[in-house]
């Protein structure tokens, strides 16, 4: 029997181009404060690997969980969904 398992994904944007088949990613999302109860936004970076060099600072990436390629890099680049201006 073979499971359907879900591969976490995220969108973000890229703020660093810097690195060879290195990009890192900008994760935006909301998250209820225990205490107030109000919604706070939350940033959280992701080192993700691009195998073509194919992204540049500004670009919106898609984002899929994958085994560690490196320390920090466990995430690889599904597609650009937007270009920088």
């Known amino acids: 029997m073979s499971e359907d398992k879900k591969i976490k994904s995220f969108i973000g944007l890229v703020v660093s181009d810097k690195m060879d088949k290195t990009i890192v990613v900008s994760v935006e999302y909301n998250k209820m404060h225990r205490l107030y109860k109000k919604y706070v936004k939350r940033r959280k970076k992701f080192k993700v690997h691009d ?18 390629i490196s320390k920090e890099k466990k995430w690889k680049l599904a597609e650009i969904i937007s270009r920088a201006k």
């Not at 195998?51 to 560690?68: A, H, L, S």
């Open 51 to 68: 195998e073509k060099n194919d992204c540049k600072k500004g670009d919106m990436v898609k984002i899929i969980g994958t085994n560690p």
